[in-house]
């Protein structure tokens, strides 16, 4: 099939290279001119572990980039629309890159064709998109038929590919036969054995995102919740994890206590669900509690650290592994370390930090302009100095450290672990001082 995907961000161009992969004709578009003249020379401007060998073999032969949505494949018959929905200062979703997107479609196409929204968009976005589309069709005086699909993603940074090659489901939200036919002939390579379609109307896909990642989130708030109480009354959250986890009723997934949860998805979405209840009359206060519990928790281990140092930490040093908002990606956007530096700077710190891959991003975007951060090139690097040791991205570099190491390059052998990865009692043996979530 001929396919056109606008935005070439984590799953513009996830998608796209894989539907060439998978033999389409595909041209992904983006309005960066840096980023395309990059992806046409083979450079890819994100970290996402098999995506650069995915696009290099497809590189002008099945997958195209091109910054003209005009000068897109004139054969197309299906356009995803993948550009970023950010949270608005005031926790509203900012569709101006995706009207902007449905608007160049309609001053585009002149042809039948399917417009599939797989941005996280709210509830009524479609209809919006063929208002807009059909409005510039008309200014044109052009007589082509169009359908809209909701069709929301579920991959995961880190593990994008293989989520996207092997789907749990493809949620369809469709007003016609046509559109549905079409969706399912696209995705039934990705399916070997038995399809994985889930067809429903438009409104109930654009929901299903919003519900699947407030889910997530509440997994999470709900584990953190319990950890945060476990301290208090002297029990372990990592056994209570383990107890509570083999219901499978509940099961082990999302139920880790940690520093909290960031990217771009779940601190997004959960506030804009939160929004769209409140637009239309109801308060969802399990929503709010949800995001609360997080905002809080993201402070935790700086809260720790406070506790342990005090509120002056002026002459201390502080070493960090992990910046990205969890291992396998260089996506920073909303990681709870970015909190955690900015208040420990607050009080006089000076860090530095560690991430194998998500330096260049943080400098750049999330901690640009703040002084007394230095930037470290390995693990034991930024040991050097420090006066305590703080985890916050489990990479997995970071799961067996030598701890002789760590003690021997740090002025004091203490850690405090936002993602609870070391075992309590090898650490107090080894003679270090730990902090964990939960215990
Ligand atoms: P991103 O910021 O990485 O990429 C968006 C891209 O769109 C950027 O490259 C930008 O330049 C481009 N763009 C903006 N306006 C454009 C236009 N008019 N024409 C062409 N390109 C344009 O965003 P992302 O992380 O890929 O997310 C995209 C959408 O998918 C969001 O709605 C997000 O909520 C959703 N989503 C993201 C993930 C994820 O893990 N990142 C997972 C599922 C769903």
Redesign the pocket.
């Known amino acids: 099939m001929n396919i056109t995907v606008?935005?070439?961000?984590?799953?513009?161009l996830t998608v796209g290279t894989c539907f060439a992969e998978m033999g389409n004709n595909v041209t992904c578009?983006?309005?960066?001119e840096h980023?395309i003249n990059n992806l046409n020379k083979g450079i890819i401007p994100i970290f996402e572990p098999g995506l650069d060998n995915l696009v290099l073999k497809n590189l002008n032969k099945t997958l195209f980039f091109s910054t003209s949505?005009k000068e897109f494949n004139s054969k197309t018959e299906i356009i995803f629309i993948?550009?970023?929905?950010p949270m608005k200062e005031d926790g509203d979703v900012d569709l101006k890159?995706f009207y902007?997107?449905s608007k160049?479609i309609g001053q585009t196409i002149d042809k039948h064709t399917i417009i599939v929204n797989?941005?996280?968009?709210p509830i009524g976005t479609a209809d919006k998109v063929k208002e807009i589309i059909q409005t510039e069709l008309e200014y044109r005086k052009v007589d082509v038929t169009f359908h809209v699909v909701s069709n929301?993603?579920?991959?995961?940074?880190g593990t994008?590919i293989a989520d996207f090659m092997k789907p749990d489901r493809i949620v369809i939200g469709a007003d016609s036969e046509v559109a549905f036919h079409k969706m399912e002939q696209l995705y039934s390579p990705f399916f070997r054995t038995h399809d994985r379609f889930i067809r429903m109307d438009i409104r109930s896909a654009e929901m299903t995102k919003y519900a699947a990642n407030a889910m997530l989130a509440t997994k999470i708030s709900f584990i953190n919740e319990i950890a945060n109480i476990c301290e208090k009354v002297g029990a372990d959250a990592n056994k209570v994890r383990i107890g509570i986890g083999s219901d499978s009723r509940i099961g082990y997934n999302f139920i880790y206590p940690g520093a909290g949860y960031g990217?771009?998805?779940f601190p997004?979405?959960v506030k804009a669900l939160h929004k769209i209840a409140k637009e239309h009359g109801y308060t969802a206060k399990l929503i709010a509690s949800v995001e609360a519990v997080n905002d809080a928790q993201k402070l935790i281990i700086a809260q720790k650290v406070i506790h342990r140092f005090g509120e002056d930490l002026s002459g201390k040093t502080f070493a960090l592994w992990g910046l990205s908002f969890k291992p396998g990606t260089d996506?920073v956007r909303e990681a709870p370390s970015i909190y955690v530096i900015k208040e420990l700077l607050n009080k006089g710190a000076k860090i530095k930090v560690y991430d194998p891959k998500a330096i260049a991003t943080a400098k750049e975007f999330y901690l640009k302009e703040l002084e007394n951060i230095t930037y470290c090139d390995s693990k034991y690097q930024v040991l050097e100095n420090a006066d305590a040791l703080i985890l916050m991205t489990e990479w997995k570099e970071f799961r067996s450290p030598d701890f002789e190491e760590i003690k021997l390059k740090l002025n004091s052998p203490i850690i405090f672990d936002g993602r609870n990865q070391y075992n309590v009692f090898n650490l107090k043996e080894k003679g270090f001082e730990y902090y964990q979530i939960g215990k």
Request: proline share 3%; glycine share 14%; charged share 30%.
């Open positions: 606008i935005g070439s961000g984590y799953v513009g578009v983006d309005v960066d980023k949505l993948a550009v970023g929905t890159y902007e997107a160049q797989k941005s996280t968009v929301p993603e579920f991959l995961k940074e994008a990217g771009s998805c997004k979405d996506d």
